[in-house]
């Protein structure tokens, strides 16, 4: 609340709470039950620092959306379905980088010089909620910044989420 309260936010209808510690992600939707979805997130130290490809931190907001009706496993690349699953690529070893899939849900930092503005800015480091071509190592810490989940969860959070609702990551 203290968040939202320095910058003069109104709170959402929908609130999501990503605590890196426990890897635990909670929708929060007014008189329903809690959802609550395993993630992983950046195998690199947490950061909110540009190019230092670790998970940010504080209060976001769901800014863009991605992949409606796509099949769980499409791959995206800059943000555009590639017509192809990870599994029908030409190589799904396990060296393969984490890729963006199924869906993107697009966050924006809210805290200026935390996770928004000039080097720390989530939005233009391009911090998503996405899926994984790698669900055999879930949940181990393999993305560059990002929260990844499993399919079947991402595409629940999706669909229940609007454009706007406040994502805060806990570190």
């Not at 997130?41 to 009706?69: A, D, M, Q």
């Not at 030409?90 to 697009?106: A, F, K």
Request: a negative charge; charged letters at 25%.
């Amino acid at each position: 609340m203290n968040c939202l309260q320095r910058q003069d936010l109104e709170p959402t209808q929908h609130v999501v709470i990503a605590d890196l510690g426990e890897k635990n992600l909670k929708l929060l939707k007014p008189g329903q039950e809690e959802n609550t979805f395993p993630f992983s997130f950046s195998k690199r130290p947490i950061s909110c620092e540009e190019n230092s490809l670790g998970t940010p931190w504080g209060l976001h907001e769901v800014t863009e959306k991605y992949g409606e009706g796509e099949p769980a496993g499409m791959v995206f690349e800059g943000r555009k379905a590639i017509g192809k699953c990870w599994h029908e690529l030409p190589d799904t070893s396990p060296e393969q980088p984490c890729s963006v899939t199924t869906r993107i849900l697009r966050l924006k930092g809210l805290e200026d010089g935390l996770n928004s503005g000039p080097g720390v800015d989530s939005y233009n480091r391009y911090i998503y909620i996405h899926g994984t071509n790698h669900p055999d190592k879930f949940p181990m810490n393999i993305s560059a910044g990002c929260l990844v989940m499993l399919d079947e969860a991402l595409i629940q959070l999706y669909d229940q989420v609007p454009v706007g609702t406040h994502v805060m990551i806990i570190k």
